[in-house]
T-cell receptor, first 112, second 113 residues
Framework: DQQVKQNSPSLSVQEGRISILNCDYTNSMFDYFLWYKKYPAEGPTFLISISSIKDKNEDGRFTVFLNKSAKHLSLHIVPSQPGDSAVYFCAASVAWGQNFVFGPGTRLSVLP | NAGVTQTPKFQVLKTGQSMTLQCAQD?????MYWYRQDPGMGLRLIYY???????DKGEVPNGYNVSRLNKREFSLRLESAAPSQTSVYFC????????????FGPGTRLTVL
């Protein structure tokens, strides 16, 4: 049973619009969350993180929102650009420095 | 500064054959990791090494062994490959166990026939 779920395998968005990628988790002990971005034939690269003491973290065009009561987080990309087309993985751990559990990923396509 | 390098990029094995996947990092990181990625699933941790001289099992260690050869290098060995080990393997490193600092290599695509 997957502890970290990304229920949308793929998402298409027009350039300039907002992309919203969702992630749900089942383990209430998860306390620290990451988003990674992966291009084809490359390894994942770290994008943004959030810990449970916050409900929002922003870095440029990327914002992550955390709703602990709903066990849900989302990544917002505004405005979306064609170079954002990639697979996005959500990951969670029970504490900083502990092993991460990854979701299956969502493939984002930003259309020009 | 190459970051994390993995060799080989591609490999095809027959069932029962053995091989070692190599990983090296030049960032002076303490921690290193091996993951596998399968279709429809996220990255799953096979083994990790929190620091030079230590290794620990991750989520899916069966069928694998690892060696932290020195601070730079962390190898993954398949002693007797099985078709279920067909996957893409990623090595990663981080300065400590904190997840936000994990840097990944480009991956090795392994097919076991």
């Amino acid at each position: 049973d997957q502890q970290v779920k990304q229920n949308s395998p793929s998402l298409s968005v027009q350039e300039g619009r907002i992309s919203i990628l969702n992630c749900d988790y089942t383990n209430s002990m998860f306390d620290y969350f990451l988003w990674y971005k992966k291009y084809p034939a490359e390894g994942p690269t770290f994008l943004i993180s959030i810990s449970s003491i916050k409900d929002k973290n922003e870095d440029g065009r990327f914002t992550v929102f955390l709703n602990k009561s709903a066990k849900h987080l989302s990544l917002h990309i505004v405005p979306s650009q064609p170079g954002d087309s990639a697979v996005y993985f959500c990951a969670a751990s029970v504490a900083w420095g502990q092993n991460f559990v990854f979701g299956p990923g969502t493939r984002l396509s930003v259309l020009p | 500064n190459a970051g994390v390098t993995q060799t080989p990029k591609f490999q095809v094995l027959k069932t029962g054959q053995s091989m070692t996947l190599q990983c090296a990092q030049d960032m002076n990181h303490n921690s290193m990791y091996w993951y596998r990625q399968d279709p429809g699933m996220g990255l799953r941790l096979i083994y990790y090494s929190a620091s030079e001289g230590t290794t620990d099992k991750g989520e899916v260690p069966n069928g694998y062994n690892v060696s932290r050869l020195n601070k730079r290098e962390f190898s993954l060995r398949l002693e007797s490959a099985a078709p279920s080990q067909t996957s893409v393997y990623f090595c990663a490193s981080s300065i400590d166990r904190g997840g936000s600092s994990q840097f990944f290599g480009p991956g090795t695509r392994l097919t076991v026939l």
